[in-house]
């Protein structure tokens, strides 16, 4: 591909502070079986040495671009990065994320073989310094109640899809009102106006979990903000679960704030255990027998913490 000539595929890389892993993320796409691509990555105001990283090595490859925003988040670095995109299909990688070489190849196939929209494949949540999670490869959707599926939880991750850029175009892209489940937003949206999809039953996406300022790493804030998701998504396309009960209906919008709210316990991540167990009280998602967490979730929280330890000990 020359400079002139629009590329196949377009990927699209939010970067903040990412110095430590941007040379592998941006290497795992240099190093793709599948070459006609262009990388746009969205410096969104680092202190660190990411964007002379990426000036660097755009210097050794022509394909890659930088961009540069003030710090607002990787939404709206992705929003900025899809309209400078130039490419028929876009795919998303993190900066501190990576892709088994083939998989521009693979979804590329994938989508091509039966002129689909987007096409979807496994991934790994790699642990930093801690025990890998097992590696995943999500169901063939369209065999199952989909929208009853996708109401459970995000079908995949922001890098193990690969989309047609007008589709994203139609949809507005990202939304930034719930920086946490955005990616999730997106995929109920696209679902909602187009079901061509294909599934590349294989592990090619990896997700590297590190902790260090990722927008996941507040469970509270990432359950809440999920459960916002599918109660406007219902309220704005009711008749995608018009076939469904209504307490069916209210179990998918509601019920992972308690089921939520216990793993948080369990995990001992009391201050989201404590917020949890709140949002299940204000919005009538609990059982009788919740009451036991659901009373002392409205103390102060340094007496919430303390009786949950003092339950440890007397156990």
């Not at 109401?151 to 991750?157: D, E, F, K, Q």
């Not at 919008?253 to 917020?275: F, H, M, N, V």
Request: aromatic fraction near 12%.
């Amino acid at each position: 591909m020359n400079k002139h000539q629009a590329p196949e595929i377009s990927v699209i890389m939010p970067c903040f502070n990412a110095a430590a892993y941007l040379a592998e993320a941006i290497g795992s796409v240099r190093n793709q079986t599948f070459q006609d691509w262009e990388l746009i990555v969205v410096d969104d105001g680092s202190s660190d040495a990411s964007a002379e990283i990426v000036t660097r090595t755009a210097q050794e490859d022509g394909r890659i671009r930088l961009l540069c925003q003030e710090n607002q988040g990787p939404y709206p670095a992705r929003n900025l990065g899809l309209r400078h995109a130039r490419g028929e299909y876009v795919a998303f990688l993190d900066a501190d994320d990576w892709w088994d070489p083939t998989f521009l190849e693979k979804m590329h196939r994938a989508v091509g073989e039966t002129d689909d929209d987007l096409a979807y494949c496994g991934w790994q949540n790699v642990v930093e310094d801690g025990d890998d999670r097992p590696p995943y490869v999500p169901p063939d959707y369209l065999q199952e109640d989909l929208f009853a599926r996708l109401l459970r939880s995000c079908p995949w991750p922001i890098h193990a899809a690969l989309t047609h850029r007008k589709v994203l175009e139609t949809v507005g892209g990202f939304s930034t009102r719930c920086f946490s489940s955005m990616d999730y937003d997106l995929w109920l949206r696209i679902a909602a106006h187009t079901r061509k999809w294909a599934r590349v039953p294989e592990v090619l996406a990896y997700y590297r979990w590190h902790d260090k300022g990722q927008i996941s790493a507040v469970k509270w804030r990432q359950v809440l903000e999920a459960w916002r998701v599918r109660r406007d998504f219902i309220a704005a396309h009711p008749d995608l679960v018009a076939h469904l009960s209504r307490p069916q209906v209210r179990q998918l919008i509601d019920g992972p704030i308690r089921e939520q709210a216990y793993q948080a316990l369990w995990q001992r991540d009391l201050t989201s255990a404590q917020k949890l167990f709140r949002a299940a009280l204000r919005y009538r998602a609990w059982q009788w027998q919740d009451l036991k967490y659901l009373l002392p979730s409205l103390l102060p929280a340094l007496l919430f913490e303390n009786l949950i330890h003092r339950r440890d000990s007397a156990a």
